[in-house]
């Protein structure tokens, strides 16, 4: 189980973070980049689940910028709610976040230290921006609703990148999000899961597909295994 900590205690404006840590030694690290809905025990839960295979994983609360502590559900008010806070915390702001989680996981490490981004919705977008943009090594991005757009403008992820797409998400047009990731990223991994909505990775979500969910989870920690190298652990 992780805990809450101060993402920089030496910065006057950090925000906090869920920080879980694998029993024995990490192999790599992990920033999990959280949906619209905060740091809620959702996004607990899959930090959680990423110590497993040996990862040191840190999930910052982006929100905490706007209203610390925050946590939703997935109700039709919360949602609202979500949307609302995300709009008060631009790109800029939340890839600063990240950026301080993943010098966190390298901190007494050296830069040499591998590191990936993981993100659902909200962060599935910031998880492409990651790989276009900050010093990882892999990145992972679950229905990330804004790739289009920034394939649109012409923003190209430069680190390994592996992608899911649901193909009845309403949010995303997946074949053509699909293809046109295939022309802009050569290289890039997508996987369409044909029965999926958005937000199918969910438990508490009314798209989850627990099927979809533990495939696209596989699929994951493959890409992460090559990429961030080391011996495979046992799978969640």
């Given amino acids: 189980m992780g805990e809450f900590i101060r993402l920089d205690p030496a910065a006057e404006n950090t925000v906090s973070a869920w920080y879980a840590r694998p029993r024995l030694p990490a192999r790599a690290g992990l920033v999990v980049v959280q949906e619209i809905f905060g740091v809620n025990a959702h996004i607990r839960g899959v930090a959680d689940r990423f110590t497993l295979?040996?990862?040191?994983?840190?999930?910052?609360?982006?929100?905490?910028?706007?209203?610390p502590g925050i946590e939703l559900g997935y109700d039709a008010g919360d949602l609202k709610r979500g949307i609302a806070l995300k709009g008060q915390v631009s790109d800029e702001v939340a890839l600063a976040d990240i950026a301080a989680a993943i010098r966190r996981l390298r901190d007494g490490r050296g830069d040499d230290f591998p590191v990936g981004v993981v993100g659902y919705c909200w962060g599935g977008s910031l998880a492409y921006l990651a790989a276009a943009g900050l010093p990882v090594d892999a990145a992972v991005s679950y229905y990330g609703g804004q790739v289009p757009q920034y394939l649109d403008q012409g923003i190209r992820a430069k680190a390994p990148l592996l992608v899911h797409l649901g193909g009845r998400d309403g949010h995303i047009p997946a074949g053509p999000t699909a293809d046109t990731l295939r022309m802009a990223v050569p290289g890039a991994e997508i996987y369409v899961h044909p029965q999926a909505g958005h937000g199918f990775n969910c438990e508490a979500r009314a798209d989850y597909r627990p099927e979809e969910a533990r495939y696209a989870l596989e699929v994951t920690l493959r890409f992460l295994d090559r990429r961030l190298m080391g011996p495979r652990r046992p799978a969640i």
Wanted: hydrophobic share 45%; glycine share 6%.
């Fill in 53 to 67: 295979p040996g990862y040191d994983v840190i999930a910052p609360a982006l929100f905490d910028h706007v209203e």
